[in-house]
């Protein structure tokens, strides 16, 4: 998840122009994300990749990282978090709404390899709250937003991260690797 140096992953009405990526962040996100076949959203951004990502590839003026990554998109088990939509005519897509918990523990335990959540503000602060994210793998963003939609809130206990990698990106971008202490 990309975040500011303060700690925000969106601007105050979302606003994630601030944002930097370049083909150097795109080629080493690729690889790891090509190593797993779970993605996990909240609705909101499930429905900003879902209007994007199925076609990409086939668009004229497509990318590598966009013929990519739509093709891992559209063969990854996708697991959306929400309450208002439903799983009908959704391909390779699962719905959780209650048993936030139960069903995600149930999800990691059919899992081939390890399920990355992207972006979803809100689906990382419920996930938190009930402990079931098991690292943080952090884009730092050299931009001090000084407000906007905070990665950590309403954390009611201290979570102790373990450091696994760090890269700094050309770009000024710093990538942290953490696992959660159980």
Not at 15 to 42: N, P
Request: glycine content about 6%; some cysteine.
């Amino acid at each position: 998840m990309h975040m500011s140096l303060d700690g925000f992953v969106a601007g105050p009405n979302g606003e994630m122009d601030w944002i930097k990526v370049d083909e150097e962040i795109f080629d080493y996100v690729g690889k790891r994300i090509s190593e797993s076949d779970t993605a996990l959203y909240g609705r909101v951004t499930y429905q900003m990749m879902e209007n994007y990502w199925p076609t990409a590839a086939d668009k004229p003026a497509a990318t590598k990282h966009d013929i990519e990554h739509s093709k891992w998109y559209n063969k990854a088990h996708k697991v959306v978090l929400s309450k208002t939509l439903k799983e009908a005519g959704l391909t390779n897509t699962t719905i959780i709404s209650d048993n936030l918990s139960d069903r995600i523990s149930e999800i990691k335990q059919l899992a081939g390899n390890e399920i990355l959540l992207f972006g979803s503000p809100t689906a990382t602060h419920s996930l938190m709250q009930l402990n079931l994210i098991d690292g943080f793998w952090l884009f730092v963003n050299p931009v001090i937003l000084g407000q906007g939609i905070p990665l950590f809130a309403d954390i009611k206990d201290k979570i102790k991260l373990n450091l696994l990698t760090t890269r700094p990106f050309s770009c000024g971008v710093t990538e942290l690797n953490y696992t959660v202490k159980k």
